[in-house]
């Protein structure tokens, strides 16, 4: 039976019988915390460290992630020697992995590989009720290895040019459903898509307010509440009307081991910079049309509420002086 111990008011489950007398007891809260961090780690596993003379990503872990309509996804993340941001892959399908997670690490242990997400297939199982215990046991360190080796011996590279979005992170149109931006509806479509057809990768950039970050983005939100449109709020700010930069999702996807994508966008500026690369090519593009469109065309004696008429207000400026390839409905057309 396990034995349970008090730290610092914490029940401890410790597996005092089994433990090796190397491994004493942890009496204070600093060792027990190496003590399980150890389990979890092998202290002398090396993180390869990132270059230095180009740009550079590493994907740091990956994780399974469940979702609420029923279908999942895994999320990777990715550091980058270019800013101190988290960007992040989203990606349905089980063929598509990152090299640089891949990768094997120095000292480190198949328990490592798991923890970081660098497994291959999916995890089964195998902490039951029956062994609470902080370390694997022998023959469970085997079938995991085992599992392992059966999955990585399955799994076959991409074969086929997956559904692509380079999203940029958007808190005001994602999180506070903000009426200003077609952002969040953006997002929940290209997930949509990508789940029905089960495989896509979204690359989720952190570049708030098209790069502008948040401060200057509510800044340029009280602006449009005096009457400027989203372009001409960011230049009487002395912002770039787009300022976003595609380099950093390049490698991602390349890291995803793509170089032909079907891109989910509107917005020629994007296919231009990310063919620029060299890397990727755009094989099929196709439109993200706002759902309010989408259907029948509203009838031009219903009345519009607000959020809709903000919305408009801001796709058709999107339309008109970004280039974004999208037919306006005539009841919104610039007069
Ligand atoms: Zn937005």
Request: glycine fraction near 6%.
């Amino acid at each position: 039976m396990p034995a349970v111990f008090t730290l610092f008011g914490m029940n401890v489950v410790h597996d005092t019988v089994k433990l090796p007398s190397s491994l004493p007891r942890p009496t204070s809260y600093k060792e027990y915390v190496k003590f399980m961090s150890n389990q979890l780690y092998s202290p002398k596993a090396i993180t390869p460290a990132l270059q230095q003379d180009k740009l550079d990503v590493q994907c740091q872990v990956r994780a399974r992630i469940p979702t609420m309509e029923g279908g999942e996804m895994h999320l990777f993340l990715y550091k980058n020697n270019k800013d101190t941001k988290e960007h992040m892959a989203i990606v349905y399908g089980d063929d598509i992995r990152s090299s640089s997670l891949d990768k094997t690490w120095e000292n480190e242990t198949i328990m490592n590989r798991v923890v970081r997400g660098a497994y291959y297939g999916r995890l089964e199982e195998i902490i039951t009720d029956e062994t609470q215990y902080t370390q694997l046991n022998a023959k469970q360190w085997a079938r995991l290895a085992q599992q392992q080796a059966i999955a990585k011996e399955a799994w076959r590279p991409v074969s086929e040019a997956p559904l692509v979005r380079i999203h940029s992170e958007c808190f005001t149109g994602e999180t506070v459903h903000s009426a200003r931006c077609d952002c969040g509806e953006q997002l929940d479509e290209a997930m949509r898509l990508m789940q029905q057809a089960g495989r896509g990768v979204i690359v989720y950039l952190r570049q708030e307010g098209r790069g502008i970050g948040l401060l200057e983005k509510l800044k340029a939100y009280n602006l449009q509440d005096l009457g400027h449109d989203t372009v001409a709020a960011n230049l009487l700010l002395d912002h770039p009307a787009d300022g976003r930069t595609y380099d950093i999702a390049n490698d991602i996807l390349k890291d995803l081991g793509l170089s032909e994508v079907r891109l989910l966008t509107n917005n020629p500026d994007k296919i231009e910079q990310l063919e620029a690369f060299g890397d990727i090519k755009v094989v099929d593009r196709k439109s993200m049309v706002p759902q309010s469109w989408s259907s029948s065309p509203p009838l031009s004696h219903t009345p519009q509420s607000t959020p809709k008429k903000e919305l408009d207000r801001y796709l058709a400026v999107k339309v008109t002086k970004m280039r974004h390839m999208l037919d306006l409905p005539t009841s919104i057309l610039p007069q």
